[in-house]
């Protein structure tokens, strides 16, 4: 892991072990209610690995909240302005999947976050990830395929797709891959 990554990941980690502590539960326990293996959370509470996405929205949700949410609260210091170069970014080891979080630490209920999905590449997210917020992808470039439980979306640079109930979802990049933007509404 170079140490821009390392860094991330132990950040990441030492706010998962946080959010469990202030919830007084064990690793046991959260390994019950995300699925991961305390084996795995543990490495990842101690910043040994670099934690997939499909591990971490199983532990934001878990903890109630989105991983918008979780990564914001690892990265983020407050105050009105975040200037590019703060903005936290995260990769996906697995898929390439870059995550960029736009907005600055407040009380509002709006995030946004801009991401770039090399093409080829899937995500897929659980319902009870989206349990918790509203949420709008909008296509900055390339091409989008949105899996929304059983409705495939076929999203074109400008085109903005708001989310329904909660379903199981997939963001799959097409040729020549794509960059999007996601604001969430939590509540």
Known sequence: MDDIANNI???IGRRIHAERIM???????????????????????????SPTAALLVRIAAAFGMTLSTLIARAELQGGGLLREGDQPV?????TGYV????SPACDMPLELI???LPAGAK????????AFI???????SGRLEFIEGDVAHRLEPGDCLALGAPSDCTFHALEPGADYLVALVRG
């Open 114 to 116: 801009k991401v770039h």
């Open 134 to 140: 509203k949420q709008q992808i909008w296509l900055i």
């Open 90 to 94: 995260w990769r996906d080891p697995d």
């Open 23 to 49: 919830r007084d539960w064990s690793l046991a326990e959260l390994a019950e209610r995300s699925g991961v293996s305390k084996a795995m959370l543990s490495t990842i509470e101690r910043g040994k690995t």
């Open 123 to 130: 995500v897929s997210f659980p319902a009870a990830s989206y």
């Open 9 to 11: 990941s132990s950040t």
């Open 99 to 102: 995550r960029r979080h736009l």
